[in-house]
């Protein structure tokens, strides 16, 4: 970390004092795609973090404690982070719970409960390593994209990202129909290998669900039950039950009663009055979206803004410059 950054972090931090919530989704010790594995930081990575915002004397709170300060609609007088993971990724249990439990560091895991139950993996995972992999001409029946023999690395890439957002806006029975139809481009034998290679995709069991859930530091919440992205192509009972569902299913697993969800993807294209409306409906005290901002007192509780949790703590100096300005 550049020194400077630093100094001007530890000053704006001292200006106004300001709270914010990071959003992650898996910690390794080891990456072996940075492509396919986008979504995991290194256990380095986060303790360089960790230490660079202990040093600076940042209070790491609890989802409880977020709760309480939101209830009393006071803001904390000291900054304050807290750290959220969302999916449910098995590495939360074997690499993230171990280094927070080092630094006494609570977080809170948003569980996709409905693909932890069916040992399933995230779509944009199968998009991802079909089309870096996949061996066959293959033209997509949704969009006419096509992906051919002769695509380099990076032409790969774009194609997968592509058909990613693509995906991602789809109505819940064609996204279905989309990720059967990229998973037809590799052998069960090829993906039984890929998922083994690339095993940091591969999401907790409910035992482990069950057992990082004991955890005084974790805070479990919901992330739709599978990860449903409510969009306004949604239907209704689809986008309801996708709410509903993890509150049930949470209280039956692990007998908790969850008051905290997090939008899956999470932009503004992600919700809308009605979803929120369910949200409140449903039980939820707090939600979270992936707008990047510091937390202040105005903000809504159930579109609470989150940072992406960038292994470069300075990547937040964007954010924290302009609320000030
Ligand atoms: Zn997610």
Redesign the pocket.
């Known amino acids: 970390m550049n020194s400077l950054t630093k100094k001007i972090i530890a000053r704006l931090l001292k200006i106004k004092p300001k709270g914010f919530v990071y959003f992650g989704h898996g910690v390794c010790d080891q990456l072996k795609s940075e492509y396919i594995e986008q979504l995991h930081i290194t256990r380095r990575q986060l303790v360089e973090l960790i230490e660079f915002w202990k040093d600076l004397g940042v209070e790491f709170l609890s989802m409880d404690d977020l709760l309480k300060m939101r209830r009393s609609g006071k803001s904390s007088r000291k900054p304050w982070i807290h750290f959220t993971f969302?999916?449910g990724y098995r590495n939360n249990l074997t690499t993230l719970l171990p280094v927070m439990e080092e630094y006494k560091i609570p977080f809170t895991v948003f569980v996709?409960a409905g693909l932890v139950e069916k040992q399933e993996y995230m779509p944009t995972f199968y998009i991802r390593v079909a089309v870096m992999y996949s061996q066959k001409e293959w033209e997509c029946t949704k969009t006419g994209l096509k992906l051919t023999n002769g695509m380099n690395t990076r032409e790969k890439q774009n194609l997968a990202d592509k058909l990613c957002a693509c995906y991602k806006y789809l109505p819940q029975n064609e996204g279905v129909d989309f990720i059967n139809e990229i998973k037809n481009l590799l052998s069960p034998d090829e993906w039984s290998k890929y998922k083994s290679v690339y095993s940091n995709d591969q999401l907790m069991t409910v035992d482990e669900l069950k057992s990082l859930n004991n955890s005084s530091l974790v805070t479990i919440g919901a992330?739709s039950h599978s990860?449903l992205i409510f969009h306004e192509h949604q239907s209704k009972s689809d986008v309801f039950y996708e709410i509903k569902e993890p509150k049930n299913w949470l209280e039956n697993h692990l007998g908790i009663n969850t008051k905290v969800m997090a939008f899956?993807n999470g932009t503004e294209k992600d919700y809308n009055a009605k979803v929120v409306q369910t949200v409140k409906d449903a039980g939820y005290q707090l939600a979270f979206t992936t707008h990047e901002r510091f937390i202040g007192i105005n903000d809504e509780d159930l579109l609470l803004p989150r940072n992406f949790l960038h292994p470069k703590a300075g990547s937040i100096l964007k954010e924290m410059l302009k609320s000030i300005l």
């Open positions: 969302d999916d996709t992330h990860h899956p």
